[in-house]
């Protein structure tokens, strides 16, 4: 019998491929001449990276800030053409702790120097992940990192690492 086991994670507890290889030892304690196959699958989130590993590639590390500004080592998944970037490895919501959860000061500005590096090291193609996410600036500091100057209505340039969205009453 051939079985191919494809999961999501189980957020907080098992990645997908820990859950494909819960299954996988279970379908062999029953089956035990079984051909079982675990391939990780995520929705967009915490785990994309892992799923596309099936292409060959590597992960290329860069120093970014996260979602509170902080700067931290985050990675993306680099093939010969293109870059596979994960918002929640840059701004995810897991990163920081609750106490740090101030709306108006969380910004994507990491995601931007991800993007940065993937063209600085030559990737034809761009593919973001949007899942996972702890940021509520609308894209804001990813445009910001890439050079934008973003104004407000009376032409004013935006400050960085900041959501003025949240300021504006553009979300309340």
């Given at each position: 019998?051939?079985?191919?086991?494809?999961?999501?994670?189980?957020?907080?507890?098992?990645?997908?491929?820990?859950?494909?290889?819960?299954?996988m030892q279970g379908v062999k304690k029953g089956y035990p001449e079984s051909k079982v196959d675990v391939i990780p699958i995520a929705d967009g989130g915490e785990g994309s990276l892992e799923a596309i590993q099936i292409l060959p590639g590597h992960f290329e590390f860069v120093f970014i800030h996260q979602l509170d500004r902080k700067k931290r080592m985050a990675r993306y998944y680099r093939t010969k053409e293109a870059a596979y970037i994960e918002c929640a490895?840059?701004?995810?919501?897991?990163?920081?702790?609750?106490?740090?959860l101030k709306p108006s000061r969380l910004t994507s500005f990491g995601v931007g120097e991800l993007i940065l590096?993937?063209?600085?090291?030559?990737?034809?193609?761009?593919?973001?992940?949007?899942?996972?996410?702890?940021?509520?600036d609308g894209g804001l500091g990813l445009l910001q990192a890439l050079g934008y100057?973003?104004?407000?209505?009376?032409?004013?340039?935006l400050p960085l690492y900041e959501n003025p969205l949240l300021q504006t009453g553009i979300y309340t």
């Open positions: 019998m051939n079985i191919l086991v494809a999961m999501d994670s189980f957020k907080g507890s098992l990645s997908s491929k820990e859950a494909g290889e819960a299954v490895e840059a701004v995810g919501l897991h990163l920081i702790s609750s106490e740090e590096d993937a063209m600085a090291k030559g990737a034809n193609d761009i593919y973001v992940f949007l899942g996972g996410t702890g940021t509520t100057a973003c104004l407000d209505e009376s032409g004013k340039v």
